[in-house]
């Protein structure tokens, strides 16, 4: 087992920590979803950040 899921098992027995976590769930499974959708067609990281700086800026004018 990593160190970090050790120390997420012993966070989530805290009642605060366990709360955040569950609050943010949806924002993880979107994050995860635009993971899996970038590396599905083969763009990085960088190259969704540039396309989406782009459609802002033409959205713009």
Known sequence: ???????RERWMEE???????EELAP????AS????AR?????????VAKRRTQNNLSLQG
């Open 1 to 7: 087992m990593t160190k970090v899921t050790k120390l």
């Open 39 to 47: 590396s599905q067609v083969g763009l990085s990281q960088e190259e």
């Open 15 to 21: 009642p605060e920590y366990q709360t955040a976590y």
């Open 27 to 30: 924002e993880f499974e979107v």
């Open 33 to 36: 979803a635009v993971i899996a």
